[in-house]
């Protein structure tokens, strides 16, 4: 029995890929209710006929990630239901305290309808169309709380809107992420200097100051050419109040490299831009690492320990409790497929091996999961606690979304079998020892089916301590008999 169950597991696992084809301009972000990284789109385009996959990677608390060989999941499209046109440059951000992911915009491959907004459950592998609005690709955004604000970019025939013209953008807009309904733009008010038309820039949040903070990209308007690194883009989302700050200066008396397509997140004292990468324009590509001091107006070169990424723009950092993984990306329209290294932010040190949470010793080591922060702060109680070794829940997650169905085949024919004995001889000794723990196995049923799985509606919540679809894992040691995952002693 436990080689059927052997060759089950691998069977359901077919959907998993060592690496993904190498891309630029795609969008990724992390869901802390299912704790896991999610990508999609990016160029070059995929075949525009069919459903665009998205792609997880696992980072479970509590495990070590062997980000030198990820393990991407392909998360193929339902055939016939509504999606977002292949694209790139678009907004793509995770809905607080959801299984939900917001898109919208980015150039569109040929012949492509534009992408309004939509919403990606990533629960249920269902896209769901929530507004018309105008798309705009290469803008700049951050979530704040539950409002996404985006910063400039620009809409052309390119991004499958009809429009005779190219539309710059030089003011905010918002949506509301859990309804996916635009919200007002913020206008200048108060005598707030005009701000120049940007795209490719990049922008982060300041909680202490309720500003969003703009750096780098290419301008236009009455200015064209890269955005000078000592004029920095801050709005007060609270005042409407637009300024540039002219007077930033760098520690070292040189300023970083001027850039377009870099990434932009703030440390976990919340005082820091941390800025990586970017490309030049002559499209050769970076892979420094800055530090912008909102309260200081100050540049500063970050100093790293280990191998940092290779020079790329048009990537994505996405932040994992302290660590940023560094994740796809370009150089002179090299596409990148790796995910090299993650930053650890709190020693400034670059790793192949980032550890998520804190590992468990054995798998009978037992805790509890803590609640996430907001969008843009980093903390500690990301870096939860659990009952279960990292490995022995990667295990089981991948296995139970991959072969759920083909394992409650299995259940079925184990109880077809067990009843067959049972009504031929009613005496249960004269079962097999064998049998016997495979039937007492088989009598948990999860109270969860696959058919249960609808769409969940923004509001829906997940329960803190799910990992996937269905019944909270138990509490309290938890033995693997018939499969074990790899690593597993």
């Known amino acids: 029995m436990r080689s059927i169950l052997t060759a089950i597991l691998c069977i359901g696992l077919t959907g998993v890929v060592k690496a993904t084809d190498g891309r630029w301009g795609q969008g990724c972000t992390y869901i802390t209710l299912t704790k896991q990284i999610y990508c ?42 509504i999606s ?51 798309p705009v690709y290469a803008a700049a955004f951050t979530p704040v709380n539950n409002n996404l604000y985006y910063f400039g970019g620009k809409t052309v025939t390119a991004t499958g809107f009809d429009t005779p013209k190219t539309i710059l953008y030089n003011y905010v807009s918002s949506t509301v992420m859990k309804t996916g309904v635009g919200g007002p733009n913020i206008s200048p008010l108060n005598g707030s200097a005009p701000i120049q038309d940007t795209w490719a820039a990049s922008m982060v949040y300041s909680t202490t100051y309720s500003l969003l903070i703009i ?37 070292t008396g040189s300023l970083p490299p001027t850039r377009w397509a870099h990434s932009l997140i703030m440390d976990p004292t919340n005082t820091n831009a941390i800025m990586f990468g970017g490309c030049d324009n002559n499209g050769g590509a970076m892979n420094d690492l800055w530090l912008y001091n909102v309260v200081k107006r100050t540049w500063s070169p970050q100093k790293t320990t280990g191998t940092p990424p290779t020079p790329r723009c048009r990537h994505s950092a996405v ?47 037992s805790g509890s999961n803590s609640n996430p922060t907001s969008p843009g702060v980093i903390s500690s109680n990301k870096d939860d606690t659990s009952g279960i070794s990292g490995g022995a829940i990667a295990g089981i997650v991948v296995g139970a979304i991959a072969g ?20 031929a001889n009613n005496h249960s000794e004269d079962f097999s020892k064998e049998e016997n723990l495979i039937n007492k196995q088989n009598n948990v049923i999860p109270s969860q089916s696959v058919d249960k799985r609808a769409y969940a509606s923004p509001e829906t919540m997940v329960k803190p301590d799910q990992s996937v679809p269905g019944s909270a894992l138990p509490a309290g040691r938890i033995i693997l008999e018939p499969v074990k995952p790899n690593g597993i002693n």
């Open 84 to 134: 977002p046109s292949a694209a790139s440059r678009f907004i793509f951000a995770a809905v607080p305290d959801t299984d939900l992911v917001y898109l919208k915009g980015g150039i569109v491959c040929t012949a492509c309808t534009y992408n309004s907004g939509y919403f990606y459950n990533v629960t249920s592998n269902q896209w769901k169309k929530t507004n018309t609005e105008t």
């Open 40 to 81: 999609f789109g990016g160029e070059p385009f995929s075949d525009s006929n069919k459903q665009i996959p998205v792609y997880s990677l696992n980072v479970t608390d509590n495990s070590v990630v062997d980000i030198s060989n990820p393990v991407w999941n392909t998360i193929e499209g339902v055939p016939n239901n």
């Open 404 to 423: 759920v169905g083909i394992i409650g085949a299995l259940f079925f024919f184990v109880f077809k079998r067990r009843n067959r004995y049972s009504n």
């Open 215 to 251: 750096i780098g990209g290419e301008q236009g308007s009455e200015v064209s050419g890269p955005v000078a690194m000592d004029d920095i883009i801050a709005v007060n989302i609270k005042t409407n109040l637009y300024s540039k700050w002219n007077d930033t200066i760098s520690t």
């Open 319 to 365: 932040v994992v409790g302290k660590y940023m993984f560094i994740l796809f990306g370009g150089n002179n329209d090299v596409f990148n497929a790796d995910i090299n290294v993650a930053l650890d932010m709190n020693t400034w040190e670059w790793t192949t091996a980032p550890v998520i949470g804190t590992p468990s010793i054995s798998s009978s080591t």
